[in-house]
């Protein structure tokens, strides 16, 4: 068994420079990640892309030149944070606009408690433990 070192003399730069063009190669193809949800639902883009990013993940452990590198580089940005976090990114957007009412009403009734309860019980437990004088709120009295 012979083990190829090809990519073993690779330099920190010429690494660098084979990162950034795989990053370029998937970015356009990112682009239309709008045109597949189209066509697949959400879901099934997500578990068709999580099934793809495992196999680039098989790919890159057999990969033995530099083109052959970008690709599979280019296929895990691709199919990784490039339609995931997208695909994310509408899950929290409909999320949001069906739970709108309720969030703002949890964010308005949690600054309530804060400001009407939560912060005078705490400004009357710091004047209580300065007994002699020393610190005197306006607010409290």
Known sequence: LQQDDSLGALGLERTSALYALALLVSAPVILLHTRALAVVSRRSLVAISGALFCLSCAL???????????????????????????????????????????????VQSGGALLGMLVLPTALSAATAACADGCWRSAYLY
Request: without cysteine; hydrophobic residues 60%; neutral net charge.
């Open 60 to 106: 890159l452990a057999a990969v033995s030149g530099e083109v052959s590198l970008v690709l599979v580089w280019a296929l895990q940005q691709l199919v990784g944070p490039g339609l995931l976090f997208p695909a994310v990114e509408l899950a929290l957007l409909h999320w949001w606009s069906a739970r709108r009412e309720r969030v703002s009403a949890a």
